[in-house]
């Protein structure tokens, strides 16, 4: 695989496979943005073949693999000859409904894959007139660069960096200025988070964690009241969380908070768990 | 015979389309929210659009929606 050094090299490869594709299947849903810093990062990789486009994303110590594939029997026969998968650490993610995803996942284990985890979204309505209660928020402010150390070590301590999309460094300082990342502090340390993600109408939440030794102190839920009351303009809240963790589901749904009907399936090549 | 207006409003019954001119700009559709849309033009116009058609630019708002559903062949 080559380094990819443009975004319109992606775009191309894209279209590409798209080009009189009878069964189009993808795993690469880039926003432009997000796109150009890992281009400018170097973080992607790129490997065009057969009307197929693969690339790999560096995270830590392992590759994130996203396809684009004229067909599923295409994408297999592509995924196999991935000199990478025999060498590196691989996960990739299959998002869309469970009905449709079944093709999808029985090529990605056949090439070697093997299930790891199992998201599903969840979705609540905004109600922008009704701004809620934010009892509890005096604890709660937002993250300054000096937080980035204690953040992406609580983050790293508390998700799965297979499963979850872990941010890196720039990403975290990037929303600590658009002022993403609410948390709470206790005697000089982190105690908890919530880091959110707004776009026009919708906002997601992609972490929210109490520090373990601050647990049971409602700094969890002072977070998320906090996050509501001051996303006055959001119409619809989502989020993704492991389906498993039935904590975790137990409490999103305490804030409204329901299934969508969208899944990420994660999966892993056999170095990863080895 | 339902209106996209109908269809978008059944994919997200929370916004209301008609008052944005740039739906991924306004959070109002995701890529996902793409993929369920193009599923439902097709069903609906009988029409199958292409995989070189499914970009942003095409779902970017009524207007752009309306040109590609044309192009396809559906009369508005």
């Given at each position: 695989m080559a380094p990819v050094t443009t975004v319109s090299q992606v775009f191309a490869a894209i279209q590409g496979a798209k080009a009189g594709a009878s069964a189009f299947c993808t795993n690469f849903f880039p926003a432009q943005g997000k796109l150009q810093g890992w281009v400018d990062r170097a973080e992607l990789?790129?490997?065009?073949q057969d009307r197929?486009?693969?690339?790999?994303?560096?995270?830590?110590?392992?590759?994130?693999?996203?396809?684009?594939?004229?067909?599923?029997?295409?994408l297999r026969q592509g995924i196999e000859a991935l000199p990478n998968l025999k060498t590196q650490r691989v996960a990739v993610d299959l998002v869309g409904s469970e009905a449709v995803l079944g093709d999808l996942l029985n090529a990605l284990e056949l090439a070697g894959f093997r299930r790891y985890a199992r998201l599903i979204r969840l979705?609540?309505?905004g109600q922008p007139t009704q701004s809620q209660s934010s009892s509890g928020g005096e604890?709660?402010?937002?993250?300054?660069?000096?937080?980035?150390?204690?953040?992406?070590?609580?983050?790293?301590?508390?998700f799965d960096r297979y499963a979850d999309q872990l941010p890196t460094l720039d990403e975290i300082e990037a929303a600590i200025a658009a002022r993403q990342v609410l948390v709470v502090r206790q005697e000089g340390a982190l105690a908890a988070l919530?880091?959110?993600?707004?776009?026009?109408?919708?906002?997601?939440?992609?972490?929210?964690?109490?520090?373990?030794?601050?647990?049971?102190?409602?700094?969890?839920?002072?977070?998320?009241?906090?996050?509501?009351?001051?996303?006055?303009?959001?119409?619809?809240?989502?989020?993704?969380?492991?389906?498993?963790?039935?904590?975790?589901?137990?409490?999103?749904?305490?804030?409204?908070?329901?299934?969508d009907g969208l899944i990420d399936h994660v999966l892993v090549n056999e170095m990863t768990l080895q | 015979m339902k209106t996209l207006p109908e269809i978008l409003k059944e994919i997200?019954?929370?916004?209301?389309?008609?008052?944005?001119?740039?739906?991924?700009?306004?959070?109002?559709?995701?890529?996902?929210?793409?993929?369920?849309?193009?599923?439902?033009?097709?069903?609906?116009?009988?029409i199958s659009i292409q995989g070189t058609d499914i970009v942003p630019e095409n779902f970017?708002?009524?207007n752009t929606i309306e040109a590609l559903l044309r192009q396809c062949g559906v009369q508005l």
């Open positions: 990789l790129g490997q065009f197929s486009a693969f690339f790999l994303r560096k995270d830590r110590d392992f590759w994130h693999l996203y396809f684009c594939a004229p067909d599923v029997a295409t979705a609540r309505p604890v709660v402010g937002y993250a300054d660069k000096s937080d980035c150390p204690a953040i992406i070590h609580l983050l790293e301590c508390s919530l880091y959110f993600e707004s776009q026009g109408f919708t906002s997601t939440v992609r972490y929210w964690v109490v520090a373990e030794q601050f647990r049971a102190h409602r700094f969890g839920s002072a977070l998320m009241r906090h996050y509501f009351s001051a996303q006055g303009v959001i119409r619809r809240f989502i989020l993704w969380v492991t389906a498993d963790n039935e904590n975790a589901v137990m409490k999103y749904r305490h804030y409204g908070y329901v299934p | 997200r019954p929370e916004f209301d389309f008609s008052a944005s001119s740039d739906f991924m700009a306004d959070g109002m559709l995701d890529s996902f929210d793409m993929v369920t849309l193009v599923a439902a033009l097709d069903k609906t116009y009988g970017k708002n009524l």
